[in-house]
């Protein structure tokens, strides 16, 4: 194999995925580098799906991303001839103060997004019919998003490598990357077993990045928090998505909780977004079901959902790599012109995969991006 590229890509998971197709569709020669397969449930981006919604509460400056994102998602679902992407409805609730749901309204407000608001007046006039299933808290409003959905989070990475290398890619797994070194023109990848070099590298490694990307100037330590995913028995027809089943979100005052409606009619994946023990290796997870992660998943679902079985039924280990302000970081090395990097995607990233792998590989060819990703820069921890 030839060990000389334009580009290397290390950690093809969800980003460097994304990465290595929009190098590979411009006609790059690129090298994407993993030490596990394609759609592996190591990392980050596992679980069967991740909701993608637009009217971000997170920050409004996501919103433009999010246009693209959506645009880029169809896109590949159009390449590819698969359905990656759903469009199901979404909904938050909360306290009207709470960052959900003004979040939510002021995103939609600045953006001229479609959402819905039904207010805790609505909901005790008997608005709660509109959410078959779902026991409201006294003083919760709710804003329906219709632009929301979900993406089938491994098809998505493994039809993103499919294609690269369809493109002309070359994808290696099997492949633990144990250093890099730039000279500004050049550089150098070590893995276990083997050197490649390109005129340009991304780093994209999701929870290693501490490992990887900690010899940057001014690069905050990210935190890795362990989060599980639960797959719990429905008892009703209420939530199925062929049956107008819907996302959700809750802000609880014990923690925020999220959901899917039942793809399969007889299961529904949820889970809580707050919280998270600290991994400080994250090979080393510990991947077993805790009665400390079934505890305030059973209370919620007991509340909230009574037509859910609070039983775990089944659940997966994940992990969130979270940057001092819940926002990613998506950068040039500040010594090094050739090198890029995406990380810190803070438990909220996996929506943008397909349009931050097109901004990176801008970045990598052209040497800047039209995307307005300036927001993400890691100048922000400077000041
Ligand atoms: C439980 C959970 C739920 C989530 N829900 C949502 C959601 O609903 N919506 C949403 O938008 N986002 C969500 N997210 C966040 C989103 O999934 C992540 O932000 C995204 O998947 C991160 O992608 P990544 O490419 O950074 O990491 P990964 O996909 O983990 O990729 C990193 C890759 O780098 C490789 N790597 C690292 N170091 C090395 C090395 N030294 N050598 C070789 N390979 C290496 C790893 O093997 C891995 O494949 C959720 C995350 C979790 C954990």
């Known amino acids: 194999m030839d060990k000389r590229f334009e580009c290397i890509v290390v950690g093809t998971g969800g980003f460097g995925s994304s990465c290595l197709y929009h190098l590979a569709t411009r006609g790059v020669k690129v090298l994407g580098l993993d030490r596990f397969p394609a759609g592996h449930d190591q990392g980050s981006s596992h679980g069967d799906t991740r909701i993608i919604r637009q009217a971000y509460f997170e920050h409004p400056d996501y919103v433009p991303l999010l246009r693209r994102a959506y645009h880029q998602w169809r896109e590949l679902e159009a390449w590819s001839g698969r359905e990656l992407m759903k469009i199901c409805g979404l909904f938050l609730a909360g306290p009207p103060e709470g960052e959900a749901v003004s979040g939510t309204r002021l995103a939609a407000k600045a953006h001229d997004l479609e959402v819905h608001d039904v207010s805790s007046a609505d909901l005790a006039r008997g608005g709660e019919r509109r959410f078959p299933g779902f026991r409201m808290p006294d003083g919760f409003d709710v804003v329906v998003e219709p632009a929301g959905g979900y993406l089938q ?4 990475v493994r039809t993103h490598i499919e294609l690269a290398c369809k493109a002309g890619a070359e994808h290696q797994s099997g492949a633990t990357i144990i250093g890099w070194e730039s000279d500004g023109r050049t550089v150098r990848v070590k893995t276990e077993s083997d050197e490649y070099e390109a005129a ?18 001014g690069m905050p330590t990210l935190r890795v928090l362990r989060k599980t995913m639960h797959w719990h028995q429905v008892r009703s027809s209420v939530y199925d998505v062929e049956n107008a089943g819907q996302g959700f979100l809750f802000e609880m005052p014990y923690g925020a909780f999220y959901g899917f409606p039942s793809l399969d009619a007889s299961t529904l994946k949820l889970a809580e977004h707050s919280g998270g023990e600290v991994v400080t290796d994250p090979l080393q997870v510990d991947r077993s079901l805790r009665t400390s992660d079934t505890k305030p998943i059973s209370r919620f679902l ?25 926002h990613f970081i998506v950068d040039r090395h500040p010594e090094y ?19 931050l792998g097109e901004a990176l590989a801008a970045l990598a060819i052209d040497g800047s991006t039209e995307l307005p990703i300036d927001f993400l820069g890691l100048s922000r921890f400077q000041s």
Not at 153 to 156: T, Y
Not at 201 to 216: E, S, V
Not at 337 to 355: E, L, P, Y
């Open 153 to 156: 989070v491994e098809d998505c």
């Open 200 to 217: 340009s590298l991304i780093l994209t490694p999701g929870a290693w990045a501490n490992h990887l990307l900690n010899d940057i100037p």
């Open 302 to 326: 007991n509340e909230v959902m009574p037509d859910v079985d609070p039983q775990t039924d089944r659940h997966s280990v994940c992990m969130y790599t979270v940057t001092p302000d819940g």
């Open 337 to 355: 012109d050739n090198v890029f990097f995406g990380a810190g995607f803070s438990g909220h990233g996996f929506k943008f995969t397909s349009v």
